[in-house]
Nanobody
């Protein structure tokens, strides 16, 4: 059974950067395509970025395009989300998720089976 653990969240000032990590255990990460999602207080969980099994394809939400970069290192069983130029509207709990299905051009919560516990990202001066 695949298990995912996120790390790297925290408090950062507007314009700052964070790098989130998603480390997998119990299975081989390369079997799955990976998504990062976030959930702000009072809002639904939304897709931020997804990456295919061997990094050939990625997609990003319009709100993070050009600021966030998704990547993965299958040898380390880890996926990453580099977040630059952070804004207050990026606040939320960030989750990584894994899917054994086919890569989709849009990150949809319903496509993902395995979820981490989430890591909090707060952007504030």
């Amino acid at each position: 059974q695949l298990q995912l653990v996120e790390s790297g969240g925290g408090l950062v000032q507007p314009g700052g950067s964070l790098r989130l990590s998603c480390t997998a255990s119990g299975s081989t990460l390369a079997y799955y395509y990976i998504g990062w999602f976030r959930q702000a207080p009072g809002k639904e969980r939304e897709g931020v970025s997804c990456i295919s099994r061997y990094s050939s394809r990625t997609n990003y939400a319009d709100s993070v395009e050009g600021r966030f970069t998704i990547s993965r290192d299958n040898n380390k069983n880890t996926a990453y989300l580099q977040m630059n130029s952070l804004k207050p509207e990026d606040i939320g709990v960030y989750y990584c998720a894994a899917s054994m299905g086919s890569f989709n051009s849009v990150c949809r919560v319903s496509d993902f089976t395995f979820w981490g516990q989430g890591t909090q990202v707060t952007v504030s001066s």
